[in-house]
């Protein structure tokens, strides 16, 4: 069985934000068409947890991503109401846009900073 490569996150709301939001933008929204194909893949088998204790970071299990540079603050102005509205939903009533930004770039700085463990 092989354990599942994760996202280190800072706050329970990036994981959700990750879960929720961004790998959907990654398959199917914002990024669907670009390369290289597949891209998303890797993110979408990807799990996501909160340890406020260590720095944003990829825990690699074998399998490396196609690509990690996204821009992940261009979703902000076309899709930030929903994710903050969802992060809302989701158990965080006060989810506020400041902390969407912190969450975004948290989880911008992980997807690119890979850690074979």
Not at 73 to 99: H, S
């Amino acid at each position: 069985m092989n354990t599942p490569t994760l996202l280190l996150l800072p706050t329970e709301t990036a994981c959700l934000l990750f879960e929720h939001s961004i790998k959907g933008q990654l398959s199917d929204g914002m990024w669907e068409n670009s390369g290289p194909t597949g891209h998303w893949e890797f993110w979408a088998r990807t799990i996501p947890q909160a340890d406020p204790t260590r720095g944003p970071q990829t825990l690699l299990q074998g399998e490396r991503p196609k690509k990690t540079g996204y821009r992940l603050g261009a979703l902000r102005p076309i899709v930030g109401q929903d994710m903050i509205c969802d992060v809302q939903k989701r158990g965080f009533p006060e989810y506020t846009e400041k902390q969407l930004i912190a969450d975004m770039r948290a989880i911008q700085k992980e997807m690119r900073t890979l850690t074979v463990s």
